[in-house]
């Protein structure tokens, strides 16, 4: 069974401090890998996809790698501001069941003015 | 471009009252997933849809949670009788599966209150 785990569990980084959330998963067969941005009482906002295939993706401030055969991925955020605060989950597909995501419990993020 | 709508976005119900919860997913997507989300257990997958048709209902907690999609622009997550454990907030996500992307993009939620 697919474990998703995200350590920590919390952070707290000054403003314009780069961050690197981690994201590490049991089984290396994955399909995709998928970061989420969650603000309280909000849903879930997709980040970023990094396909199988890939080795990073990016997106403004925001650059995810992935690294399969240790089951990791990372999400870099570059000079961080007050409203990246939020928890930032990551999900993969599970083995068994097409389009069910299995999600880390997340990172919550505060970052200080 | 509309994103995934749920409605309504809060529920106070009380315990043994029948509660429906509505979605609609991005059009063009294929799949729509309903979630639920508590504090003690996270996000849990509830049920999927490929082309209107359930794939994997397994997440339903029992049978008084009931799923459909009637068509491809509409779908409601039902819960007879509601009791006070079913309170959370539930998601209601869509992807599609054109170029293998499967990004999934979520809905603002229905916070769920049953007294």
């Known amino acids: 069974k697919q474990e998703v785990t995200q350590i920590p569990a919390a952070l707290s980084v000054p403003e314009g401090e780069n961050l690197v959330l981690n994201c590490s998963f049991t089984?290396?067969?994955?399909?995709?890998l998928q970061w989420f941005r969650q603000d309280p009482g909000k849903g879930l906002t997709s980040l970023l996809l990094?396909?199988?295939?890939?080795r990073e993706q990016t997106s403004g401030r925001l650059n995810a790698s992935l690294d399969k055969s240790s089951g990791r991925s990372t999400l870099y955020i570059a000079a961080s501001q007050p409203g990246d605060s939020a928890t930032y989950l990551c999900?993969?597909?599970?083995?068994?069941?097409?389009?069910?995501?299995?999600f880390g419990a997340g990172t919550q993020v505060v970052v200080t003015p | 471009d509309a994103g995934v709508i749920q409605s309504p976005r809060h529920e106070v119900t009380e315990m043994g009252q029948e509660v429906t919860l509505r979605c609609k997913p991005i059009?063009?997507?294929?799949?729509l997933f309903w979630y639920r989300q508590t504090m003690m257990r996270g996000l849990e997958l509830l049920i999927y849809?490929?082309?209107?048709?359930?794939?994997?209902d397994s997440g339903m907690p029992e049978d008084r949670f009931s799923a459909k999609m009637p068509n491809a622009s509409f779908s409601t997550l039902k819960i007879q009788p509601s009791e006070p454990r079913d309170s959370a907030v539930y998601f209601c996500?869509?992807?599609?599966?054109?170029?293998?992307?499967?990004?999934?993009?979520f809905g603002p939620g229905t916070r769920l209150t049953v007294l």
């Open positions: 849809f490929n082309n209107n048709v359930p794939i994997d």
């Open positions: 999900a993969v597909p599970t083995l068994d069941s097409w389009g069910k995501l299995q």
């Open positions: 990094i396909q199988s295939s890939q």
């Open positions: 089984d290396s067969a994955i399909y995709n």
């Open positions: 996500a869509s992807s599609r599966t054109s170029g293998g992307a499967w990004e999934q993009f």
């Open positions: 059009s063009g997507h294929d799949y």
